[in-house]
């Protein structure tokens, strides 16, 4: 690889490789519980109603007698736009920046996005407990129309992950309960910006990278319960990937061309760590409060480096995150044997930082208004309905990247742009119990 080839390789890689903006603080999905929803995920790690629980708290499949099975899905319809502040590119040989022009790249999202989950919970003795999860949660897809003004930053964003959690739960008395779990985790990445040529007569370049892994967490948690209230506690650890894939510049023109081609390319991402609190109070025979506070670790995720199989690096993108809080309050009522109403509201802070924010994460803090209801067909299936509104503040963006540093191509990109975005969410789920 040439010098010149190296340095336009790193310079054309503001590339994120973790990069959607999800439905909790950062690119996290907070949606694992579709009948959750209603009540704004409160109580989570305490109530243990639904095998849900093997998520928010393994402990809780001690209150699941037999076998449970909870399955359904997120329908999430997003609205999101930007608005051009002034976004500019600079010109090799001109004194001052240009418009760089283009449409304001639509609604990035899906018309519908769905995000299933299923959990399955077994009482094998009359203290151990086994389970398991599966669910998705982090990712998304982000897919700006061609040529609009801020696809020097991105054009297509596309993150999946698959989480596959086995757990075990142990009974230590009729109050203290305790479980864990092992995190098989898959992900893949695809992500995609224009490169600017040295004229901007000229068509853009563009610029791929794609990756997957499978790594490994784990998480821990304990309950207790006493009389009305029941409280659960519940960690979940650190992923640490290292994707393995291609890195792909196409498009570009003049001297640029021999930056043309692909190569091997690993990124080391850590997905953070998080420390939940729940609790359930009983406030009568019928109505149940909840409320549940979360902490996410979202600093260790501090920049995005991409490096050759061999260890070299290509780009170092930095990010600063933030730590985020959420908070959750909900509550729950019987209506009668079979029907039970529910509501919630909630608050997520978002981890980006204005400086660093980028169209791939237009994220904003968050306010969700939620409710829902549950019908028991029999003592063996009960189906959840929920809805929620969520509010996401507007934010500016204002981010400067650097192509070609080093040398006499060096071009500079600014975005500056407004996020604006809304999110209403429907979620339906079935639990069966034998």
């Known amino acids: ?39 704004a995920f409160a109580g989570e790690g305490a109530i243990a109603d639904s095998a849900a629980t093997v998520w928010y708290n393994p402990a809780g499949m001690t209150k699941l007698e037999g076998f449970t099975a909870t399955g359904g899905a997120h329908l999430l319809f997003v609205q999101s ?18 418009a760089t022009g283009g449409g ?14 299923l959990y399955a919970s077994m009482q094998l003795t009359d203290r151990l407990w086994a389970g398991m999860g599966v669910n998705t949660p982090f990712g998304l897809v982000v897919d700006y129309d061609d040529g609009w ?16 959690q086995p757990s075990l739960a142990w009974k230590l008395d009729d109050r203290f309960s305790i479980g864990g779990g092992v995190s098989i985790q898959y992900i893949e990445a695809d992500l995609n910006n224009a490169l600017p040529n040295l004229s901007p ?66 990124a080391p991402i850590t997905l ?11 406030a009568s025979e019928r109505a149940r409060i909840l409320a549940s506070a979360e902490w996410t670790n979202w600093s260790v995720f501090d920049a995005i480096r991409i490096e050759t199989v061999d260890g070299v690096s290509i780009s170092s993108s930095p990010q600063h995150y933030r730590d985020s809080m959420s908070f959750h309050l909900g509550g729950e009522y019987d209506v009668s044997d079979r029907w039970t109403v529910r509501t919630g509201v909630a608050t997520d802070s978002t981890p980006t930082v204005d400086r660093y924010r980028t169209s791939r994460v237009p994220d904003g803090d968050r306010v969700w208004l939620t409710a829902g209801a549950s019908w028991k067909l029999n003592d063996n299936i009960e189906t959840r309905f929920s809805y929620a509104h969520v509010f996401v503040t507007t934010e500016a963006l204002d981010r400067e990247d650097d192509f070609y ?30």
């Open 1 to 39: 690889m040439s010098n010149f080839f190296a340095r336009a390789l790193a310079a054309a890689l503001p590339l994120t490789l973790l990069a959607a903006p999800a439905f909790a603080s950062g690119f996290a999905l907070r949606e694992a519980s579709p009948g959750g929803v209603g009540r």
């Open 81 to 98: 736009s930007q608005s051009d502040r002034g976004t500019t590119r600079s010109v090799p040989g001109l004194a001052t920046a240009i």
């Open 104 to 117: 304001d790249g639509g609604n990035p999202f899906h018309p519908v996005i769905i995000v299933p989950t």
């Open 149 to 164: 003004f801020g696809r020097y930053d991105s054009t297509r964003s596309v993150v999946k992950t698959y989480n596959v």
């Open 201 to 266: 007569l000229l068509a853009d370049g563009s610029a791929r990278v794609k990756g997957d892994d499978i790594s490994f967490g784990w998480d821990i948690g304990g309950r207790f319960e006493s009389g009305p209230i029941a409280v659960g506690l519940h960690y979940r650890s650190q992923v640490k990937h290292k994707l393995k894939g291609s890195f792909t510049v196409s498009g570009l023109l003049g001297p640029l061309a021999g930056s043309n081609g692909e190569t091997d390319a690993r």
């Open 272 to 282: 953070p760590d998080s420390l939940a609190f729940s609790a359930a109070i009983r």
């Open 405 to 434: 540093s080093g040398t006499p191509a060096a071009i500079t990109s600014t975005l500056r742009s407004e996020n604006r975005g809304s999110v209403n969410m429907v979620g339906a789920d079935v639990t069966v119990r034998f």
